[in-house]
């Protein structure tokens, strides 16, 4: 008897957590988020820039939210300029802004800012190790 009584006190209470978790999806899902968008700082990187760009897209690429990866080159002097700027033509959400004066990518990085109503991030990629990093955080910002 309370064997029964305590099977379906918690298939009642089973029942109740999928009917809240489904309801819960339905709501973010027709609710419009806010877009997601990059702001990458770059530096000689042509090794490993198109790696870590096209990673970005294609953990970007299903996610719910709007996407706009912008690309700043604070004065590289090897290709990086160039493999962006490819990878550009196929990819509408990817965008790249060269600073001629390395010493000057502080204040384009502030018009980037202000120019867009929603930057979610900014990441300096000129160091080597934070690389990794900034796969991992978009792990969260884009599945949450």
Partial sequence: MWGALFFWLLAGYGALCIVWQASQRLRRRFQRPRPLSL??????????????????LLRTAFGMRERRIVVLDAGSTDDTGAIVQRLCQDNPALSYVRVADPAHWLDALAQLCLASPHVSCVYDLRQRTSWHDTIQDLQWLVHG
């Fill in 39 to 56: 702001v990458l700082v770059v530096e000689n990187a042509e090794d490993e820039i198109e790696g870590i760009l096209r990673l970005l």
